[in-house]
T-cell receptor
Framework: SQTIHQWPATLVQPVGSPLSLECTVE??????LYWYRQAAGRGLQLLFY??????ISSEVPQNLSASRPQDRQFILSSKKLLLSDSGFYLC????????????FGSGTRLTVV | AQTVTQSQPEMSVQEAETVTLSCTYD???????LFWYKQPPSRQMILVIR??????QNATENRFSVNFQKAAKSFSLKISDSQLGDAAMYFC????????????????FGKGTKLSVIP
């Protein structure tokens, strides 16, 4: 069966520090991968998606970047965190274009102080 | 751009009763996909039910069913025989048709409805 792992679960980082969140998927090949951010009182906003190794598409300009070094690994990074980067980050994967839905990871709560 | 509106920030239901969560969306497209996701306190998003716009029949999954009104652009979720474990945030989401190119990858979410279940 397919599983998605995301870590860490919580993270507190000072402003200006770097960030690296990792997501891995097991039990499937060539998944589409996504990073979403959920701000308090709001829905989810798509940040990045990837349809293959090294292929990254950004949906919104921001202080973050994403990389996909391996087929089932998706990394969200920042060189210097801002206060506004605080939020709940969710990784997700889908088969193809996700018409049967996405499967989400358990999320990372990031607090920038 | 597509928008998804959930007009009920919070709702409550008595255990074993039925509750309906509302969702409306704005689109000019015809072949799209709609989803309801549940986010319990653990924060993990769980797919509850999906609906394909080209299918007129309303989707059902055990105690969960939808009322899909395409002309009205309405996609409500009905939870029957509510259980304590149903307490969660519920998000409605829209996905564009697959032929819409790169934009079809994105799920557009509403802001959610917080459902409380009263014992």
């Amino acid at each position: 069966s397919q599983t998605i792992h995301q870590w860490p679960a919580t993270l507190v980082q000072p402003v200006g520090s770097p960030l690296s969140l990792e997501c891995t998927v097991e039990g499937t090949s060539n998944p589409n991968l996504y990073w979403y951010r959920q701000a308090a009182g709001r829905g989810l906003q798509l940040l990045f998606y990837s349809v293959g190794i090294g292929q990254i598409s950004s949906e919104v300009p921001q202080n973050l970047s994403a990389s996909r070094p391996q087929d089932r690994q998706f990394i969200l990074s920042s060189k210097k965190l801002l206060l506004s980067d605080s939020g709940f980050y969710l990784c997700a994967w889908s088969v193809g274009r996700g018409i049967i839905g996405y499967t989400f990871g358990s999320g990372t709560r990031l607090t920038v102080v | 751009a597509q928008t998804v509106t959930q007009s009920q920030p919070e709702m409550s239901v008595q255990e074993a009763e039925t509750v309906t969560l509302s969702c409306t969306y704005d689109t000019s497209e015809s072949d799209y996909y709609l989803f309801w996701y549940k986010q319990p306190p653990s924060r993990q998003m769980i797919l509850v039910i999906r609906q394909e716009a080209y299918k007129q029949q309303n989707a059902t999954e055990n105690r969960f069913s939808v009322n899909f009104q395409k002309a009205a652009k309405s996609f409500s979720l009905k939870i029957s025989d509510s259980q304590l474990g149903d307490a969660a945030m519920y998000f409605c989401a829209y996905r564009r048709p697959t032929y819409s190119g790169a934009g079809s990858y994105q799920l557009t979410f509403g802001k959610g409805t917080k459902l409380s279940v009263i014992p």
